[in-house]
């Protein structure tokens, strides 16, 4: 079943790819777009795709608006902002890496995307739980 990997394409044919994968500490969960021309990538831990998730949900709710930006520290310390020029896109910028974007056409089924990975997520670190006990 892991890794567990969907990708989302929008009417232009953009792709955003999530994929959920056992880490140590429960699920690791990678956002790229391997149709960009550097094929930037996101590595989230369950904390920070939750953030994500609720960030998306936000972010809808506050376009044309700007939001203040949200920071997920951690194993995957990631700073979320939305960008509203030259159109809506989320940015998740982390050290040592190219920021990545997600323009807003891909929200919705990301947002779904992010549910399902953190039920994977919960499951994953509950067997992880296990073999430690």
Not at 2 to 21: H, K, M, N, Q, Y
Request: aromatic fraction near 6%.
């Amino acid at each position: 079943m892991f890794p567990r990997i969907r990708e989302i394409t929008d009417a232009f044919g953009s792709r955003l790819r999530v994929s959920v994968d056992r880490h140590p500490d429960g699920a690791l969960v990678v956002l790229e777009r391997p149709d960009a021309p550097t094929r930037e990538r996101a590595l989230l831990d369950a904390y920070g795709a939750d953030v994500l998730a609720a960030y998306i949900m936000s972010a809808r709710l506050a376009v044309p608006h700007p939001l203040p930006d949200e920071h997920v520290d951690g194993n995957f310390g990631t700073c979320i902002s939305l960008k509203l020029e030259p159109c809506a896109a989320l940015q998740l910028a982390q050290p040592g890496r190219q920021p990545l974007e997600i323009p807003a056409p891909f929200w919705d089924r990301l947002y779904a995307e992010l549910n399902l990975v953190a039920a994977h997520g919960r499951e994953l670190a509950r067997r992880a739980e296990e073999r430690v006990h």
